[in-house]
């Protein structure tokens, strides 16, 4: 079994209210030295297969097709064997 | 600078719905071989100093205080050189 870890994140250029709204959520229990807060979201799937290189072709698939928003979103991934 | 990003994950033995629906999903567009699909959250934070220790004491209270549910969620983080 392969377990692969998938985080998707807003492009740099795309303006993210619910970080800010975490940023200033932070600032008002006092950590003030903040730069940036960006949210970002994390798909966690486990393959019943132990193929590598197919896994990786896949999951770039399932990516663009459903779970990532290309316009908007970035994302990147690993995979690993489940158990490691 | 540094930057911290924090990955958050229902326990375990938390049922994920919106998990199962992706799964749902992923098998209707033709991916039969999922064991397990699981969501979770990423924050990404930049942060205005460069000590490491303090860093690591100042995201562990956020994510207690505001980040994470410590009943439900499960959450890691780690923190680089900003650039590295």
Redesign the interface.
Known sequence: ?LKAEI???LKKTVSDPQ?LT?KH??ES?G?K?????????????????EDKNRAEK?INE?CK???ANPIIEDYHFKIEKEGA
């Open positions: 079994m985080y998707i994140t970080g975490v959520a932070l229990l950590y030295d903040l730069a940036d807060v960006r949210m970002g979201k994390m798909v966690v799937i486990k393959l019943n297969y896949k399932m097709k459903l779970l």
